[in-house]
């Protein structure tokens, strides 16, 4: 007890957090007083995770107590539970019964947590260079001997025109934005000033993308059409409301079993909801959206009064950052790994990526899928047939699933990179359509259940490193310079690489739900497949908190309604 106490004294005397040392490539202050320096084991690494997602979390769930000096950053203090965000965009939800604290998560580890953005790294220093969410406080570095990124990614926009008049739909203010939107139209259509033509505008909501966000979006939309709007706006009727999906593809949810996207779009019909496929969005005008269908080229246009854009990952700048940086990154997507998820481009095993920010690397893929079509080209006139790819590409996707996301994107090239318009394909050419493919997909879908398993993988390691590093020596907590021999990246090579299991894929479309094992084996329906869904989601809460809120959540609706109070 005394030695804690003079511990606890001199912790007390020591400088103060504003007169830190200075240094790193900019000279920002070097936060190194963030070591818990009441806690006697100086040699322990420090071990560092950017992020607050699903990637992050499941990390910090499996790590042991003990192991690491842990510090978490993350611009947004709580996790967000994506899943339900949805639900929260018309109020079937409360936007704070999706999110949970960070500090109550990491209490149980001793971590520290910052609520700041990582806006470069420095590998040589291992030094992060961190912004404060408070603008008015100074940058400054926080030294690792550890690090995983989990920052997730932003909407890819696909360079189009107009995104400013868009609405996004990743965060908690995303939700809260729409939700404070879709009552202003609402409002604002009722009022007998608002000229007809207005109030049509004001009552089309469009949804650009037809994957399962923008799917699940519609399907609330559509509940509290018919729940509460017929009941709250006498003088709006049903079939005024307008609800569009525009997706590129043939299909809706086109990455779930075709029976799945057949069913849904069939549901979406009978629902009145507008579904429009095999169309690209060309430009976003501030009233209008116009795109252009894929087949009779006709461009056409669409009034909204709401327009959703849903379609697909980008990298955020943060991950921008540091692909220019190393020389092994070369996806435009994400972040490049090995198998067991350290980055690709530095030379120890100090840094993780994982979850929507990262891929794996698999440099065989493109080879063993251009070898598929080398043995079948029988007559080896080294040419392709778009009939032949197709029919190809259809019986290698069911054999490998691993390759089937390529060989979509490839069917949907296949015309580009038919220079001389043949209506074939060079082996050549065919080769080159896949190695660019390569450079913009990602390996593994970005989903929350990847980012779990990639976590949960990441954080029993860390603990098998630690334990197996504990002897050795890392550098003293107050110095953060460079340990170069680094010791750790043989225990690393010795421990199994990450493997994905699929444990299937759920949408909620609306008094029903659908859901995809993987295997061909799928289940769709109403009410049960609803209960379904919401257990799966009950179950997979992070505390018995957010499990609570959402039964009360629940159970509030059903007997009330939603709330349609505009605040
Ligand atoms: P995220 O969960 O996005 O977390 C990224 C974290 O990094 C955030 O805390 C962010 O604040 C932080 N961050 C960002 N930039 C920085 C920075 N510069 N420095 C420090 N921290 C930073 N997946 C499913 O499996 N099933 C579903 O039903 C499903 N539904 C979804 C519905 C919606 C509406 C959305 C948006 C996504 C859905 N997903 C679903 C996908 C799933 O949410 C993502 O795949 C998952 O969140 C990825 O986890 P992550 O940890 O990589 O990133």
Redesign the pocket.
């Known amino acids: 007890y005394k030695h804690a106490e003079s511990k606890a004294k001199e912790y007390e005397n020591k400088e103060s957090p504003s007169i830190l040392k200075r240094g790193g490539p900019k000279n920002l202050p070097i936060a190194t007083h963030l070591i818990d320096e009441r806690d006697f084991d100086i040699n322990k690494p420090r071990l560092v995770i950017?992020?607050?997602?699903?990637?992050?979390i499941s990390v910090i769930k499996g790590l042991e107590k003990d192991k690491y000096h842990i510090t978490v950053?993350?611009?947004?203090n709580y996790?967000?539970f994506?899943?339900l965000?949805?639900s929260a965009t018309v109020g079937t939800l409360e936007t704070r019964s999706l999110l949970e604290p960070v500090r109550s998560l990491i209490k149980g580890i001793s971590a520290h947590f910052l609520e700041?953005?990582?806006?470069d790294i420095c590998f040589n220093d291992k030094l992060i260079e961190l912004s404060p969410v408070d603008e008015s406080s100074e940058p400054f570095y926080v030294p690792y001997d550890k690090l995983v990124i989990?920052?997730?990614?932003l909407s890819n926009t696909f360079g189009i025109e107009g995104m400013e008049y868009c609405h996004f739909?990743?965060t908690i203010n995303d939700a809260r934005k729409i939700r404070k939107k879709i009552m202003d139209n609402f409002e604002k259509a009722s009022l007998p000033t608002t000229p007809p033509k207005e109030r049509k505008s004001l009552l089309s909501f469009v949804v650009c993308g037809g994957g399962?966000?923008g799917v699940?979006f519609a399907a609330e939309l559509y509940d509290f059409l018919t729940e509460d709007v017929v009941r709250y706006f006498p003088s709006i009727l049903r079939n005024e409301v307008q609800v569009s999906i525009i997706q590129g593809q043939d299909h809706i949810l086109n990455t779930y079993d075709a029976k799945i996207s057949d069913f849904a779009e069939k549901k979406f019909r009978r629902d009145n909801i507008n579904v429009v496929t095999n169309a690209r969005v060309q430009k976003i005008e501030p009233n209008h959206i116009i795109y252009k269908m894929k087949k009779s080229e006709d461009v056409k246009e669409l009034d909204y009064g709401l327009v959703l854009w849903s379609t697909g990952i980008d990298m955020?700048?943060?991950t921008k950052t540091i692909s220019e940086k190393l020389e092994d990154q070369k996806n435009t997507r994400a972040l490049i790994t090995d198998n067991r998820l350290r980055l690709k481009g530095v030379s120890d095993s100090s840094v993780y990526a994982?979850?929507?920010?990262s891929t794996i690397e698999n440099p065989k893929l493109v080879q063993q899928l251009m070898q598929f079509f080398i043995d079948a080209d029988k007559d080896k006139n080294g040419r392709l047939s778009y009939n032949e790819f197709q029919a190809l590409a259809k019986k290698i996707g069911r054999r490998y699933p691993i390759t089937k996301s390529y060989l979509k994107k490839a069917d949907t090239l296949f015309a580009r990179y038919d220079q001389d318009k043949s209506g074939t394909l060079e082996l050549e050419e065919l080769r080159t359509m896949f190695e660019d493919i390569d450079k913009k997909l990602t390996s593994l879908p970005?989903?929350?259940?990847?980012?779990y398993q990639q976590?949960k993988y990441l954080g029993k390691k860390l603990n098998q490193i630690a334990t197996a590093q504990k002897t050795k020596i890392f550098p003293p907590p107050s110095d953060y310079s460079v340990n170069t021999d680094n010791p750790e990246s043989d225990v690393d090579d010795l421990l199994p690489p990450f493997s994905y299991a699929h444990f299937g894929?759920?949408?909620y479309i609306g008094n029903a739900a659908v859901a995809d094992f993987g295997t061909g084996w799928t289940w769709m329906g109403g009410l049960p497949a609803v209960y379904l869904w919401r257990s799966v989601y009950f179950s997979e809460q992070v505390s018995f908190r957010t499990r609570a809120l959402l039964a009360l959540d629940w159970s509030k609706r059903c007997l009330f309604g939603r709330d349609i109070s505009k605040f």
Request: proline share 11%.
């Open positions: 950017l992020g607050s997602g699903w990637g992050a950053i993350s611009p947004q996790f967000l994506t899943p965000l949805p700041a953005k990582a806006t989990a920052v997730g990614s739909l990743k399962p966000t699940e955020n700048p943060l994982i979850g929507d920010c970005a989903t929350a259940q990847v980012a976590g894929s759920l949408a």
